[in-house]
């Protein structure tokens, strides 16, 4: 890697006209003696972008390289930091650092994939004793960034998974862990408080053949997917409910369907209330 060369990234252009007015607020940005040449060189380095949108904190980044049509670029603790422990978290020195590195793959930048390299370090931590650190830019032995799996899992919002890791050069597995990882941490940082509204559909998937059930809050101001269950029956009704527990399901004074027989059956009988499927109080029920 030492072999390769750094990976500037300029950007050279020749302005015809260069004191066209268009180029007005553009020229300014430059020196005079870009403006006599007609030439603008403006040296990006990959650092600096880096900096720019993922800083580290605690860590720096150093040179960054091509290797074949990769780029490479160097990870080091800043001067006087100490890691924190892989296990609890907690700070402490350095016990040893790993003298083969570790490659992250971070954001493509225009085609090419990025790797950050890092060479572990295990911390002497006053709790657990001597365990490998925890880096802020990936969990545990994963081997993407966490930026660039948030990003896979953006664009899987708005495309199929193949063609997200065909774009940007990853594999499905890849896109799919990523989807996951996001979806995990949502689940485990909602909120379910609070909920007073909810609305209850039926989703037909399999050509229609097969029918999900979703529960959508739909209080002022908060509106968002709260729950999916397989199949359209009361016992998916009730599974949402399990879910939510005995107090917060007390608090749910609305209940909105359309079209949804199960629901219609509970709404439609007081006996057979949401109260019935386990829980106290009988919500009022929009139809
Ligand atoms: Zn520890």
């Known amino acids: 890697m030492s072999a390769a060369s750094p990976a500037q990234l300029p950007g050279q252009c020749r302005i015809s006209s260069w004191n066209d007015s268009r180029f007005g607020k553009l020229r300014d940005l430059f020196d005079d003696s870009a403006t006599a040449t007609g030439y603008v060189t403006c040296t990006m380095n990959v650092k600096t972008l880096l900096n720019r949108c993922h800083p580290i904190k605690a860590f720096i980044y150093e040179t960054a390289r091509f290797v074949g049509q990769q780029i490479y670029v160097e990870v080091r603790p800043r001067r006087g930091s100490q890691g924190k422990c892989g296990e609890c978290g907690c700070a402490g020195s350095t016990y040893d650092t790993a003298r083969t590195p570790r490659y992250f793959e971070f954001i493509p930048l225009w085609g090419f994939a990025v790797f950050l390299v890092y060479c572990m370090r295990r911390i002497n931590c006053p709790t657990c004793g001597i365990r490998t650190e925890q880096v802020p830019w990936a969990d545990g032995k994963n081997q993407c960034c966490n930026v660039y799996r948030l990003f896979l899992a953006r ?16 594999t499905w597995n890849v896109v799919c862990r990523s989807v996951r990882w996001v979806v995990d941490y949502g689940l485990s940082n909602r909120s379910m408080d609070n909920i007073q509204s909810i609305g209850v559909d039926e989703v037909s998937i399999w050509d229609g053949h097969k029918y999900l059930t979703v529960v959508y809050q739909i209080d002022a101001g908060m509106r968002r997917l709260l729950w999916v269950g397989r199949e359209r029956t009361a016992e998916t009704l009730r599974g949402f409910f399990t879910m939510m527990g005995e107090e917060r399901s007390e608090l749910i004074q609305f209940v909105a369907s359309d079209m949804w027989k199960p629901c219609l059956k509970v709404s439609a009988s007081s006996t057979k209330s949401v109260g019935e499927l386990g829980f106290g109080k009988t919500p009022k029920f929009m139809i």
Do not use: D, H, N
Not at 155 to 170: C, D, H, K, P, Y
């Open 155 to 170: 664009w899987a919002r708005r495309l199929s998974w193949s063609e997200v890791a065909q774009i940007f050069g990853t």
